[in-house]
Nanobody, 126 residues
Framework: VQLQASGGGLVQTGGSLRISCAGS????????MGWFRQAPGKEREFVAA????????NYADSVKGRFTISRDNAKNTVYLQMNSLKLEDTAAYYC????????????????????WGQGTLVTVSS
């Protein structure tokens, strides 16, 4: 398994949680990293992405201002800090990666991503 997500769990509305994804040591520094989520009965949707340099970041409108994506290339790890969690944030969260040709390259398109982790479940309760 090249990508390993962790840190999911149960949290109350308004709470915070940080999930992590360990990437491939061989490719991480040239990988664009993204987080996607999939709620039961729904399609997988984009959450956030970060360029291989870390300089370019995109968020879905639904999480903008609440979630923060970051990466530590020395640790081959990407993080998603989730604050002010809402019931509708409940989902399985997946990290994904693809080779970034340029340091600033980034994508919200899940079909662009070549490698996927197994998912970590985040449950927000009232």
């Amino acid at each position: 398994v090249q990508l390993q997500a962790s840190g999911g769990g149960l949290v109350q509305t308004g709470g915070s949680l940080r999930i992590s994804c360990a990437g491939s040591r061989r490719t991480f520094t040239t990988d664009v990293m993204g987080w996607f989520r999939q709620a039961p009965g729904k399609e997988r949707e984009f959450v956030a992405a970060i360029s291989r340099s870390g300089a370019v970041i995109n968020y879905a409108d639904s999480v903008k201002g609440r979630f923060t994506i970051s990466r530590d290339n020395a640790k081959n790890t990407v993080y998603l800090q989730m604050n002010s969690l809402k019931l509708e944030d409940t989902a399985a969260y997946y990290c994904a990666a693809f080779y970034g040709r340029l340091p600033s390259f980034i994508s919200q398109d899940k079909n662009r991503y070549e490698r996927w982790g197994q998912g970590t479940l985040v449950t927000v309760s009232s």
